[in-house]
């Protein structure tokens, strides 16, 4: 499969020389070598989460990262205000409860961002609250949420802002500090431009004072310890050696290029496949579309999980459905990782024939070509 282009909304492709690295020979998690790697990594981390506040790696996948940043603020039977519009805002409110947390669940329909009224209401009307978490972009439904709106809300009450900014970090501006972001968590096979093993996250200082005394029991996850750890030059547990100098890699990548740069480039991507969606006469899931992963709504006439199946298949292009309520109705196209102009196009193009292949009148032949229209108009 040399020529599979991998189109999800995580994992990603890699970049040519993050493939190399992760070949390299293995080197001890403590030695010098790493612990001058390892210093660059912590330090370059506060750059992309744009805070002066420690950032910190845990071998695990995303999900690891948002029970990390719930259990270290969390103590039992605090009440919560969950912002569920999507899968993985049901896995972080059920997250909570399993904790013993009380979980307020405000229901936003799936493709819409959630009202900041809404939010406001909610904690008036529960002056209790002490947590208040949120996806930044609800990957199940490519929708991004009002992240810099609510944080200026929430900064007027004493409860806590917790970001799942997984398919954010890196794909979007994301601004930790000047949007008050009490935690954010992000995960390394999505924009970070990795494969799935690392999550990261960051607590503000209005956070750490809550994390001191928080009563919810914590080992791995444990910030206090990794704080300690990181002081000392290291890590709490073994780290993921070839991960974490791969991540050393795309965090210097992205300096050189610059954050706004990087992210008009996302956007660019983001842009094309809503225009091309258009030209194919279908419409876009969500009303509040991500710049990291788009959801495109299927013709009736099309089973999306059939559809998906036989693109891989026969294409070898991989994108995402939907799922719970979407599935079968729309299919996801992510934005991150090493794409190149050529596999937008071929992605493009295979998808057009995948679709007319299931009975979808559509010229694949068009889509090639306003495709490379497209990008030609639209450089970077």
Known sequence: MSNAILLAPGPVQLHPEVQKILAEPMIHH??????????RVLQNLKFLFQTKNPVFMHTSTGSGGMESALVNVLSRSDEILAIVSGKFGERWADMAETYGAKVHRLQVEWGKAVQVKDVDNLLKQNPKIKIVMTQACETSTGTMHPIEELGKLIATTSALFLVDGITAVGAFPMKMDEWHIDALVAGSQKAVMLPTGLSFVALSEKAWKIAETASTPRFYFDLRKELKANKNGETLFSSPVPLVKALDFILTRIQEIGLEKHFAQLRRRADFTRAMALKMCLSLYSEAPSDSVTAINLPASVDGVKLRAHLEKKYLVTVMGGQDQAKGKIIRIGHMGYILDEDLIAGMENFALALSDLGYEISAARIRE????????HEV
């Open 370 to 377: 306003e495709s490379t229209a497209w990008l030609k108009a």
């Open 30 to 39: 403590r030695t010098p070598e790493f612990d001058l790697i390892l210093a």
